[in-house]
């Protein structure tokens, strides 16, 4: 296991990358990662992040900010890690289906997604047409964020755009 933050800061970028991809699964001995485990001497490899670099709690900002969610700089802020290793450990929540980019500064968690979906197929039980209005109440943002959301639920054909605004796919 991995505690020595100055050995993970050792590793290179593409080191780090692999052993990060495999915080949720046993390591994949290939060649690039014999070499890692060599350099770092360990048979096993697991990384055990601090508080402050841990995804756990780049998840929960994510999480607890609903949808209007921080800038890359906002999120390495409240994450206490710089934005290059913030930007890592994104990339690897989003492998994991744990949260979605909707555009390059748009990043929501999976949990406040589903949430949303639940609350629009509640919406649509009892109403034919979303309009913007609606959603924005629903989510409880402003139109810079409803209007990329409304978007991405078109993209994944959860909803169409009509005229007047969205209707839900049956």
């Known amino acids: 296991m991995i505690t020595n933050k100055s050995t993970l800061d050792s ?14 699964r046993p390591i994949i001995w290939n060649s690039e990662s014999l070499k890692i485990a060599k350099k770092i001497s360990f048979k096993s490899v697991q990384l055990n992040f601090n508080k402050q670099d841990s995804h756990p709690k780049l998840l929960e900002i994510l999480n607890k900010q609903g949808f209007e969610t921080p ?6 802020i409240r994450n206490n890690c710089n934005k290059e290793r913030t930007k890592k450990i ?3 929540l989003e492998k994991n289906n744990e949260v979605v980019r909707i555009n390059e500064t748009l990043i929501f968690s999976m949990k406040n997604l589903s949430i949303l979906k639940e ?8 109403n ?3 309009l913007m209005k609606d959603f924005k109440e629903i989510t409880g943002t402003t139109r810079k964020y409803a209007v990329p959301l409304l978007e991405y639920f078109d993209k994944i054909k959860f ?12």
């Open 159 to 170: 909803t169409f755009r009509v005229d007047e605004g969205r209707k839900l796919i049956r």
């Open 71 to 76: 800038n890359l700089e906002e999120l390495s």
């Open 128 to 130: 034919e047409i979303l």
């Open 11 to 24: 590793l290179s970028n593409s080191e780090f990358d692999i052993l990060l991809a495999n915080t949720r």
């Open 119 to 126: 609350d629009l197929n509640k919406f649509f039980l009892l």
């Open 90 to 92: 994104l990339s690897i």
